[in-house]
């Protein structure tokens, strides 16, 4: 699958720095081998997983070795199962020892991302809320998670501080008011970037509301005053419902009739998916 450029130059990003990072002056077992040999390899799946991190996965072993070869078995976005043969791996024998492990953190890492951002869609499913990520990913590996929040069915939030407005508690009392800081908002925001005032009590969304903010984040109410809110918005903005968010209570939040529900867990609390990498003589 073809990335958007800006995905493809964070994925030669992360990938110099995770090379970098283990390298250093030289992998120094990798020597043990010649320089010349070849040598073939298979990923396997121990468990069933969504897979995601393709990209970062190939670009490990290419930039150490222009000439890898490998066949893939499944796609980003695909659900795969326990025992199942992911891919094929030709490489320099040297390229394949050495860049193993950061090529398996990423493929790990961006598939349980995607994941648990699947468990997620499917509890709610049919009630027409969207899940979103925030910005609770791992230093430097923020566009890497986003992408894999969305091969998990996933909807990206805004990507950093500078695409789009959260106004939130602190934003909202240096301001005055949840009027004002709209209306500040407004004033310097740009077409392109969204706004979105997070609201704790139903005067303050009926303020937000009376200021026509159409995107607002619930945070931390319970269910009663979600079904409240939702129907004092009437639809005349996008609800978001934040805070106190799992699996087990992510239907039933869904149910209020929020338009989107958003999850920190996703790219913070990463279990990494069990996958093995097996050599084969060249």
């Known amino acids: 699958?073809?990335?958007?450029?800006?995905?493809?130059?964070?994925?030669?990003?992360?990938?110099?720095?995770?090379?970098?990072?283990?390298?250093?002056?030289?992998?120094?077992?990798?020597?043990?081998?010649?320089?010349?040999?070849?040598?073939?390899g298979t990923v396997i799946s121990r468990e069933d997983a969504?897979?995601?991190?393709?990209?970062?996965?190939?670009?490990?072993?290419r930039r150490l070795d222009p000439l890898t070869v490998i066949r893939w078995h499944a796609r980003d976005g695909e659900l795969i199962a326990a025992g199942q043969t992911l891919?094929?791996?030709?490489?320099?024998?040297?390229?394949l020892l050495t860049a193993e492990r950061a090529a398996l953190n990423f493929l790990q890492l961006l598939s349980a991302t995607a994941t648990a951002t699947r468990l997620y869609v499917d509890a709610v499913a049919d009630t027409g809320a969207r899940i979103v990520d925030t910005r609770k990913t791992l230093p430097g590996l923020r566009l890497a998670q986003k992408y894999a929040v969305t091969c998990g069915g996933g909807n990206n939030h805004r990507l950093g501080l500078y695409d789009g407005i959260l106004i939130k508690e602190n934003h909202i009392m240096?301001?005055?008011?949840?009027?004002?800081?709209l209306e500040q908002a407004?004033?310097?925001?740009?077409?392109?970037?969204?706004?979105?005032i997070e609201v704790e009590t139903m005067e303050q969304l009926a303020e937000a509301l009376?200021?026509?903010?159409?995107?607002?984040?619930?945070?931390?109410?319970?269910l009663a005053q979600m079904r409240q809110a939702v129907g004092l918005t009437a639809g005349r903005a996008e609800l978001e419902a934040s805070g106190g968010v799992s699996l087990e209570t992510v239907?039933?939040?869904?149910?209020?009739?929020?338009?989107?529900i958003s999850v920190g867990s996703l790219t913070k609390n990463v279990r990494a998916i069990d996958l093995s990498l097996r050599h084969s003589e060249g």
């Open 186 to 196: 407004r004033a310097i925001g740009r077409d392109d970037v969204f706004i979105q």
């Open 174 to 181: 240096a301001a005055g008011s949840v009027s004002a800081a």
């Open 87 to 95: 891919c094929e791996i030709e490489a320099s024998t040297r390229a």
């Open 1 to 40: 699958m073809e990335l958007p450029l800006q995905l493809a130059a964070e994925v030669q990003r992360n990938v110099l720095a995770a090379l970098v990072e283990d390298i250093g002056g030289g992998d120094l077992t990798a020597l043990l081998t010649s320089a010349t040999r070849r040598s073939q």
């Open 50 to 61: 969504i897979l995601a991190g393709i990209a970062w996965f190939d670009s490990c072993f």
């Open 251 to 260: 239907r039933a939040i869904a149910e209020t009739g929020v338009d989107r």
């Open 210 to 222: 009376d200021a026509n903010a159409t995107m607002i984040l619930l945070d931390n109410m319970d």
